[in-house]
Nanobody
């Protein structure tokens, strides 16, 4: 049974920072990704990390967000800096396989507002 528990979201001012965490069970965080979905929009890929450690970022967050993982803790992280109002969304962690199967956690809300 795959369980994904996102946390760390909250309300921040533009330019602020947040660190999101994803506690995973039943699946390894070696190859995972962060997604986000704003109201009325599709769920988009934000950042990903491969088994060998290669990271990829959406152009909109490149240079501001950093994905990482603690394999021993089986926890995925997303450090978000220089936040913008357009970053406001519910953030989810997932593997490509589990996402394709339509299984998601509850996500964590990030609101960037002045």
């Amino acid at each position: 049974q795959v369980q994904l528990v996102e946390s760390g979201g909250g309300l921040v001012q533009p330019g602020g920072s947040l660190r999101l965490s994803c506690a995973a069970s039943g699946i390894s965080v070696l190859n995972m990704a962060w997604y986000r979905q704003a109201p009325g929009t599709q769920r988009d890929l934000v950042a990903s990390v491969t088994t060998w450690g290669t990271t990829n970022y959406a152009e909109s967050v490149k240079g501001r967000f950093t994905i990482s993982r603690d394999v021993a803790k089986n926890t995925l992280y997303l450090q978000m800096n220089s936040l913008k109002p357009e970053d406001t969304a519910v953030y989810y962690c997932n593997s490509a396989r589990t996402a394709k199967l339509g299984s998601w956690g509850q996500g964590t809300q990030v609101t960037v507002s002045s």
